[in-house]
């Protein structure tokens, strides 16, 4: 019998099809309780495939259920309560704590969630697409994320992944660049970090482009000869790591492949984050693909290949592609051009 206890919003709306910002949700056995509150008591009735309980304290509201039911042993994710609750709990039932419980349960996407993933990836490559006809010289990078934002969105209709990346020159060399009033001009270096959700299942897309060329193809050519020994390196990187994808190899032997590259090109020490993460209905969840992550590759994978070299206080060079593995164990670059 598979207890467990839940309180974050995607890991509830996994578990029974909706969530909102004040939930916990018992699983006990084949029994299944959505605790909130009367703001979402109509919501929750109408989608949630559970029986919801309207009260005014969750906690106490769960403990009683469990106190019930006379359950022994429940599962939780310990980094997921605060001290308090996690005390309180302990007290009436045995806590076996298993960390990134529900990321490890969600890290196998099934067929529906693959074809719900693709549709929000090749969405946000459509508005990859879109924004290019947005790009201007002599505006900040304020203007820009807002275009972008507006194409992302489709005007307000879609949430996004994140807050997008926008960055110019020396901006583009700080991994999460927060956005300024860096002025794009003419020969400049942009690096475009983005995502939508689409039946709330995140994309993620990252481009590095020469904005005189209007295209965000992954074949880019600068006329600054940096930015494109760069740029090769990293685009080499990604291509060797994503060429040599199989069912049952270590996940860290990809981020491996990929540094290879970069270091014996004599910027290793400028590849500075992992070379990729899982993505469903979190922007990042599991897999991690890093050097110390031993689990092995398989059927129902979904995970970015993002290699990325950073010259501080000169440029930075990232491109992103999420990796599908299907359920047929073929790897598909998802929206790799479009």
């Known amino acids: 019998m598979d ?3 839940l309180n974050k919003e995607n890991e509830i709306y996994y578990e029974c099809g909706y969530s909102c910002d004040n939930v916990i949700f018992l699983n006990l056995g084949d029994e299944k309780y959505f605790i909130t509150d009367g703001r979402y008591t109509i919501d929750a009735t109408q989608n ?5 309980i309207t009260t005014k304290n969750l906690l106490k509201t769960a403990k009683e259920i469990l ?6 042993k429940l599962k939780i994710d310990p980094a997921n309560w605060d001290y308090e609750s996690f005390v309180s709990l302990s007290k009436i039932v045995t806590l076996q704590k298993i960390p990134n419980y ?3 349960k969600r890290m196998i996407k099934s ?18 697409e879109e924004f290019k006809t947005e790009i201007e010289f002599n505006i900040n990078e304020f203007e820009l994320s807002y275009r972008f934002k507006e194409k992302l969105s489709a005007r307000g209709s879609r949430d996004l992944s994140f807050e997008p990346i926008v960055a110019i020159n020396e901006n583009s ?3 999460h660049a927060v956005v300024s009033e860096k002025i794009l001009n003419k020969n400049d270096i942009l690096l475009l970090d983005a995502g939508l959700k689409y039946q709330r299942y995140c994309s993620d897309r990252t481009r590095t482009i020469n904005p005189n060329n209007n295209s965000m193809s992954k074949i880019q050519k600068f006329e600054n000869s940096e930015y494109q020994k760069i740029y090769d390196i990293v685009l080499k990187a990604q291509e060797e790591a994503i060429k040599n994808i199989k069912i049952g190899m270590p996940i860290k032997k990809l981020d491996e492949i990929a540094r290879e590259v970069i270091t014996k090109a004599g910027y290793g020490e400028y590849f500075v984050h992992s070379l990729g993460h899982g993505v469903g209905l979190d922007i990042h969840e599991w897999p991690y693909v890093n050097s110390r992550n031993d689990i092995k590759i398989k059927e129902g994978m979904v995970f970015t290949i993002e290699p990325g070299i950073y010259l501080p206080d000169k440029f930075g060079v990232r491109i992103e592609d999420m990796v599908c593995i299907n359920l047929d164990g073929s790897v598909e670059v998802m929206s790799e051009y479009i």
Request: proline share 3%.
């Open 3 to 5: 207890n467990f206890i």
């Open 102 to 104: 529900s990321h490890k």
């Open 173 to 175: 060399a700080k991994p």
């Open 111 to 128: 067929q529906k969630e693959l074809e719900i993933i693709k549709k929000s990836v090749y969405l946000g490559a459509l508005a990859f």
């Open 67 to 72: 106190l019930k039911k006379r359950i022994k």
């Open 48 to 52: 949630a495939t559970a029986e919801v």
